[in-house]
Nanobody, 124 residues
Framework: HVQLVESGGGSVQAGGSLKLSCAAA????????MGWFRQAPGKEREAVAV?????????WYSDAVKGRFTISQDSTKYTVFLQMNSLSPEDTAMYYC??????????????????WGQGTQVTV
């Protein structure tokens, strides 16, 4: 069983910054593909950023956050971060981290993510 636990959400004024963290806990589970999604009230869940830490690290960002958000992963492959800068009210949402089940290939934002965190609220 794999559990993803997000932290770092909160309230911030427009123009401010927040850093989200997501730790993956599960016996022998490591992944080099993790992503962040968000869902605002009344809207569908959308992909925000994905990282694939293979031989060459690859990043994907949605157009809405490109240039403002940065996704990174620690060397142990257990934790993924989302640094969010220049936040605006449009960024208000519940943010979820996601990871694929073992054996699932990383297709960045098109990855079949089988594990999800419980979410952390970001309010701008």
């Amino acid at each position: 069983h794999v559990q993803l636990v997000e932290s770092g959400g909160g309230s911030v004024q427009a123009g401010g910054s927040l850093k989200l963290s997501c730790a993956a806990a599960g016996k022998f589970y490591r992944t080099n593909c993790m992503g962040w999604f968000r869902q605002a009230p009344g809207k569908e869940r959308e992909a925000v950023a994905v990282i694939f830490s293979g031989d060459n690290t690859t990043w994907w960002y949605s157009d809405a956050v490109k240039g403002r958000f940065t996704i990174s992963q620690d060397s142990t492959k257990y934790t993924v971060f989302l640094q969010m800068n220049s936040l605006s009210p449009e960024d208000t949402a519940m943010y979820y981290c996601a990871a694929p089940r073992p054996g699932v290939y990383c297709y960045l934002e098109r990855t079949d993510f089988g594990y999800w965190g419980q979410g952390t609220q970001v309010t701008v």
